[in-house]
């Protein structure tokens, strides 16, 4: 095999908060093998973590693994406090992590493999997948990935959730939605008007899945009934 065919493609992602880009690249066609250089970010970046973890996911899933290099010190330390970060599926990481004990994790990672595993952070969904919750840099973070025969998307009712949430507690932040096909971003402002839904339509080079992303700080108690 000439050596065109086995190099590797490398990934460079900046540590900007921007979904959009973070999409183009942690969601576009699989190129293997694939390593994924983090040297540019300084410090843990969740978003970035969960769009790596969902892209590993859907490598794990087509018996892939992406490597991962270039970890920097301060995103080390954030990572190694994060609880379950072992459970990330399909990321080969160049060195030891190892996991820092005492006090209460800000962030927990945890596997979901199917229905008989209770999804959390967001209502009415099922599959297989991940979801990471908690908080970081004073920001709160519901993060969710599904796939599988299982997989289930009640989109309009999740929006509709996602709204109530927003206007019940004051979330102020964003909330992000991508399947296979589409991407719908929404801007959460509390108990203003709520703000329009701006939908993408999406090649589709991946089979069926379920990324939610919310990053919010939260002004009042939240209400859940």
């Not at 964003?174 to 719908?184: A, G, I, P, V």
């Amino acid at each position: 095999m000439s050596q065109a065919l086995t190099r590797s493609a490398v990934f460079e992602p900046y540590g900007h908060s921007d979904v959009y880009a973070l999409d183009n690249l942690y969601f576009s066609a699989f190129k293997h093998p694939e390593v994924w250089d983090f040297s540019r970010i300084r410090e843990l970046s969740v978003l970035n973590l969960a769009f790596l973890a969902a892209r590993g996911a859907l490598a794990a899933s087509l018996g892939k693994e992406i490597r991962v290099q270039g970890l920097t010190s301060g995103f080390k330390k954030g990572f190694c406090r994060i609880e379950g970060k072992e459970e990330l599926a399909g990321i080969d990481f160049d060195i030891f992590l190892p996991t820092i004990l005492g006090g209460t994790p800000s962030l927990v990672f945890s596997r979901i493999e199917g229905p008989a595993d209770s999804v959390s952070v967001f209502p009415g969904m099922a599959g297989k997948g991940f979801q990471l919750v908690g908080n970081w840099k004073e920001r709160n973070y519901r993060i969710l990935f599904l796939t599988g025969e299982e997989l289930e998307r009640d989109l309009p009712g999740l929006l509709e959730w996602v709204n109530e949430i927003s206007s019940a507690s004051d979330l102020r932040g964003s909330f992000y939605c991508r399947t296979e096909k589409q991407s719908y971003l929404q801007f959460l402002k509390g108990k203003e008007e709520t703000c329009a839904i701006f939908l993408q339509e999406k090649e589709r080079s991946h089979f069926p899945f379920l990324f939610l992303a919310m990053e919010y700080v939260q002004e009042t108690e939240e209400k859940t009934n």
